[in-house]
């Protein structure tokens, strides 16, 4: 068999298994297939997509298969694997991961397990995400109200009359720990002689009723616990209320001092009055919180695209191989970076004498060895032709495509390694075509310019492609064993 043979061989293989791969995580695919639907309604399902998890404490248990506008609310229809039952009172809500990570269907199951959800059934609990916009409203009204707040206290013990009313309070109060310690001191002798006559009464009805009825004896023992109790804590007792009497002159000094900082504040002095006075606080955590909505807005648009391209050359027969990154911030802008393994990376000759016929002859050999290069791109689109520059194979380099076909054919150059020795810049001119969503062709002309060391080839390939949502998919099909 020749060589052109088995490689068109490969190459038809090649194609099957990308085909039967592509199929398989496309929503034409059977993974969609598998398992049964159900159904949940949200007020929103912003930054949710399609094929995004369904967890259940914490375990993915199913996909996100589509969403639909219903009734002006969100419907999401869930694929729940077969083998997992969701009880009936189970609650759905939708989560995200980390703080700008990406969104997930959240089932927090509930107590009837007895009873699970049919196929074709619908999750009737459901808690609303948090909106980042009703935080910043919410976070808005409550430094209104510290506002309002403080300004009531500034009106309210500011003034003259208030510090009056506060000082004439504390005066009644010391006036009547005062008389309460004259009673007590003046009275102490009588109340010693008061308990010391409850002590006896107590004494001579216990003896009474010792030969009468239990209950009588109780009460006496209660009556003469008291009296100990009354007798040994009034002291202790009277040494608080005096030094309480003593801390009230403190409390008139610390009111009046009060009243001075909180005079400061309405005037506008210090930190905390121009925090209370000035709305540039207010403005500058409104203007942040903004900003971190527009951030996590923006990081929402980010898409991320990864793709494998393999092209069969026709000198040297050899296979050259990309992988690349895409990044792609807006719909007419991206960057990429990549890898490249050429076959024909590195040039080399070397030049040796032989005998031919009994006369030497110089013979110079000349050869390519493979080697790993690197692409680093900037693209922007206008219209249908996209420019981009940077780095192509370890050299700089331009290009320019121009898309058809609602995007999937792509007609294309590239220009790059303009300082080759004794040859003109590398050239290439290709074109790729999607057949499916992650499937295409590709095929063209490399080394345009070429025409020394037959570096001029024509070649034929095809790659497969994914978006981040396709990776998440992929990666979900995997199964993951110890």
Same mark, same amino acid.
């Given at each position: ?48 997509? %399609?094929?995004? /998890? #369904? ?6 248990? *199913?996909? @996100?298969?589509?969403? &639909?506008?219903?009734? =002006? ?35 927090? %199951?509930?107590? /009837? #397990? ?6 074709? *059934?619908? @999750?009737?609990?459901? &808690?609303?995400?948090? =909106? ?159 900003g971190i909505n527009r951030f996590v807005r923006k990081t929402d648009q980010l898409k991320a695209f990864i793709d494998y391209r393999l092209e069969w050359q026709e000198r040297p027969s050899e296979f050259k191989h990309y992988v690349n990154l895409r990044l792609q911030p807006a719909a007419d802008k991206y960057y990429s970076i990549g890898v490249v393994d050429d076959p024909r990376g590195k040039f080399s000759s070397s030049t040796s004498t032989v005998t031919v016929n009994g006369a030497p002859t110089t013979v110079t050999e000349e050869k390519f060895d493979d080697k790993l290069k690197i692409s680093a791109l900037i693209a922007r689109r206008f219209s249908g032709f996209t420019v981009k520059g940077g780095v192509i194979e370890s050299t700089g380099g331009l290009g320019l495509d121009y898309e058809l076909l609602k995007d999937r054919l792509t007609i294309g150059a590239d220009a790059y390694d303009f300082t080759r ?62």
């Open positions: 068999m020749s060589r052109e043979a088995r490689v068109g061989i490969f190459v038809l293989l090649g194609l099957i298994v990308l085909t039967y791969f592509t199929f398989r995580v496309s929503k034409w695919g059977l993974i969609a297939e598998k398992g049964y639907r159900l159904t949940v309604d949200f007020d929103t399902a912003s930054g949710l997509e %399609p094929k995004s /998890d #369904v967890k259940m404490a914490g375990v993915p248990i *199913g996909k @996100v298969e589509e969403i &639909q506008l219903v009734a =002006n609310r969100a419907r999401l229809v869930l694929r729940i694997r077969p083998e997992i039952g969701i009880p009936i009172d189970s609650v759905g809500t939708i989560q995200t991961q980390g703080l700008l990570g990406e969104k997930y269907v959240e089932i927090l %199951p509930g107590k /009837d #397990v007895q009873r699970n959800l049919p196929a074709g *059934g619908r @999750v009737a609990n459901t &808690q609303s995400p948090t =909106n980042l916009d009703d935080m910043v409203r919410k976070l808005s009204a409550i430094g209104d109200d510290v506002k309002k707040f403080t300004e009531s206290l500034s009106d309210t013990f500011g003034t003259e009359e208030g510090k009056k009313a506060l000082g004439d309070i504390l005066r009644d109060v010391r006036a009547t720990t005062a008389t309460l310690r004259s009673v007590v001191t003046g009275n102490e002798q009588r109340f010693d002689r008061i308990l010391a006559n409850v002590d006896r009464l107590s004494a001579d009805l216990s003896d009474m009723s010792s030969t009468n009825k239990e209950d009588v004896r109780v009460t006496i023992a209660n009556l003469r616990a008291f009296s100990h109790t009354l007798k040994t804590e009034t002291p202790g007792l009277v040494r608080k209320l005096e030094k309480m009497s003593e801390g009230m002159g403190g409390l008139d000094n610390t009111l009046a001092a009060a009243g001075n900082v909180m005079a400061k504040i309405d005037r506008g002095e210090g930190t905390l009055g121009k925090l209370v006075n000035d709305n540039t606080a207010h403005t500058a955590l409104t203007d942040t919180l903004d020795k004794d040859l003109p810049p590398h050239l290439k001119l290709y074109g790729n075509y999607d057949i499916v969503k992650n499937l295409f062709v590709t095929g063209g002309v490399d080394d345009v310019l070429a025409t020394e060391r037959n570096l001029r080839t024509l070649f034929l390939g095809f790659g497969i492609k994914f978006a981040d949502e396709d990776i998440k998919t992929v990666l979900g099909a995997v199964p993951i064993r110890p």
